[in-house]
Nanobody, 121 residues
């Protein structure tokens, strides 16, 4: 059974940092692209970052230079280090896995439960 477990959300002041983690199980982690999405209240879900099977990365323009995605194949974990957080980063963050080596804007097969991030001004 494929499982994705997101954690690390919380309340932080603007300018602060949080580190989200996504623990994966039930599939060949090395061969999958793993992404982070977020959905703010009243807004559509949007892609934040993705890491491909070979470690290539993609970031949304809104988070470039502030967020860093990384993966630990040995632990089947993907992390999202979020620095210089802004109130507009407030959202529920989801990790998702795609049974393909490469990242995609929207097509992911498996989704974890969300973890809530709130950035106060």
């Amino acid at each position: 059974e494929v499982q994705l477990q997101a954690s690390g959300g919380g309340l932080v002041q603007a300018g602060g940092s949080l580190r989200l983690s996504c623990a994966a199980s039930g599939f060949s982690f090395d061969d999958y692209a793993i992404a982070w999405f977020r959905q703010a209240p009243g807004k559509e879900r949007e892609g934040v970052s993705c890491i491909s099977g070979d470690g290539g990365t993609w970031y949304a323009d809104s988070v470039k230079g502030r967020f860093t995605i990384s993966k630990d194949n040995a632990r089947s974990t993907v992390s999202l280090q979020m620095n210089s957080l802004k109130p507009e980063d407030t959202a529920v963050y989801y990790c998702a896995a795609r049974d393909n080596y490469n990242c995609h804007r929207t097509k992911y097969n498996f989704w974890g439960q969300g973890t809530e991030v709130t950035v106060s001004s």
